[in-house]
């Protein structure tokens, strides 16, 4: 891959042992590492992670305009998508199979927890490997699904200096018991419809919801929920960016999360390293306005630190 003016290396990462049948395929955790030519080392260092059904090619413009703002920008390949997908199938029906999958008992936690461990592996990376890497300068910013993995990385691992979760962060227990999950739950239907004839149901309803995700992601609706992490973040700047119509994270489980989120940096004294912009009118898209606000955000924060 070659973009003008900017230096693009790609490599992978092993993010498991090897068990009795070997290396797992999920186990690679593929990168590319972007940066302008010019700049002197070692910089502040963004990984960008991308939503459900993309891949890290998918956010090539954003990781050029960060290159080209003085970062080192990670990319990666969330599980079962681009080229961690092996199947003949479409990135997002083989994330969807490896969902359903998942509810039969796998043994994977596909959605969330097996990408914030590769996540943690990628930093091992980072910090112990690379000459080029500020280790007390990197973010975590993503795009829906690739914020929902900021979030939750920024809070398991303290190495995670600033994060950007952009049209992600919600309760899912609000959603849940607000009668609201609905936008998520059409974002990966299979998985939920599967679960719901499994459990004897006619139709995906809040009960079918939840046991999904407690399957899935043990811990979800109470531990892992927006409310209880969020506030773990603090005082590590903190941008939540999101639509004021996104059905998939409603803005009222959006401001109960941020409420709790904003106490805990005030009892930390860090009330300015934590914002959140809402774009009225806006649903599940993340806009030029709202990448602009991103960027600037974390040259504030990590450019002049």
């Known amino acids: 891959m070659h973009v003008p003016g900017l ?14 049948a070997g290396l797992h395929p999920q186990a690679w955790v593929p990168l590319r590492l972007i940066r302008s030519a010019a700049a002197a080392s070692p910089l502040p260092t963004v990984v960008l992670l991308h939503y459900t059904s ?28 681009g080229r961690r ?42 910090v112990q490997s690379r000459t080029d890497v500020d280790p007390s300068r990197i973010a975590a910013i993503g795009v829906s ?22 049209i992600a962060i919600q309760s899912f ?17 299979q998985v939920f419809q599967v679960a719901a004839k499994d459990l004897g149901k006619e139709a995906v309803d809040a009960e079918v919801v939840a046991v999904v995700w407690e399957r899935l992601t043990p811990g979800l609706v109470d531990a892992y929920d927006a409310p209880a992490s ?45 914002d959140l912009i809402v774009e009225e009118g806006v649903g599940h898209v993340c806009t030029p306005t709202m990448w602009t606000a991103a960027f600037d955000w974390l040259d504030e924060k990590l450019q002049k630190a």
């Open 7 to 20: 230096h693009v290396e790609e490599l992978a990462v092993c993010s498991e042992e090897a068990g009795p």
């Open 54 to 81: 993309g891949n890290m090619t998918g956010m090539a413009p954003q990781a050029a305009v960060l290159a080209r703002r003085g970062y080192l920008v990670v990319c990666i390949d969330l599980r079962y998508h």
């Open 85 to 126: 997908n092996f199947s003949r199938l479409d990135d997002f029906a083989a994330y969807q199979a490896a969902l359903v999958a998942a509810w039969h008992g796998s043994g994977e936690r596909p959605f969330l927890l097996d990408n914030v461990w590769d996540l943690m592996v990628v930093a091992d990376y980072l």
């Open 145 to 166: 699904l690739g914020g929902m993995h900021a979030w939750l990385w920024a809070a398991a691992d303290a190495r995670v200096a600033a994060a950007v979760p952009l």
């Open 173 to 189: 227990r609000y959603a849940i018991e607000e009668n609201c999950y609905h936008g998520r739950v059409s974002s990966i239907p």
């Open 230 to 274: 969020l506030p773990i973040i603090a005082p590590r700047p903190l941008l939540v960016v999101c639509g004021q119509a996104d059905p998939r994270c409603v803005i009222d489980g959006v401001y109960s999360s941020m409420q709790a989120a904003v106490e805990a940096y005030a009892a930390a004294g860090a009330e300015d390293a934590v």
